[in-house]
């Protein structure tokens, strides 16, 4: 299972640090991503990352103010973000891909992690 963790509530311009863990069949060599889905709006991706972190992916939204990292040893995936805004408040779902690349696609997740709610106020 994927367990996420580090979601809370924080004012416009802060920061937040995400993580999630893999665990049992979950920790494989996949790719591994976070989406996001705010109120009355579909689930979309944020980032991803390949398995072995050499290819990543974000979302225009996001660019220069998230970063998505790995740590393969504790199979553990990490969503630094800063100058948080209102409009990245959502619940945040970690996502092992079914491929190893860094990628996109709903259809391509292979597990899901339960979410967890980002709150930025403004």
């Known amino acids: 299972q994927l367990q996420a963790s580090g979601g809370g509530l924080v004012q416009a311009g802060g920061s937040l640090r995400l993580s999630c863990r893999a665990s049992?069949?979950?920790?494989?060599?996949?790719?591994l991503g976070w989406f996001r889905q705010a109120p009355g709006k579909e689930r979309e991706i944020v980032a991803s990352?390949?398995?072995?972190?050499?290819?990543?992916y974000y979302a225009e939204p996001v660019k220069g103010r998230f970063t998505i990292s790995r740590d393969n040893a504790k199979n553990t995936v990490y969503l630094q973000m800063t100058s948080l805004k209102p409009e990245d408040t959502a619940v945040y779902y970690c996502?092992?891909?079914?491929?190893?690349?860094?990628?996109?696609?709903?259809?391509?997740?292979?597990?899901w992690g339960q979410g967890t709610l980002v709150t930025v106020s403004s």
């Open positions: 990352i390949s398995w072995r972190g050499g290819n990543k």
């Open positions: 996502a092992q891909f079914l491929s190893p690349e860094a990628a996109t696609a709903l259809r391509g997740v292979r597990y």
């Open positions: 049992g069949r979950t920790s494989s060599n996949n790719g």
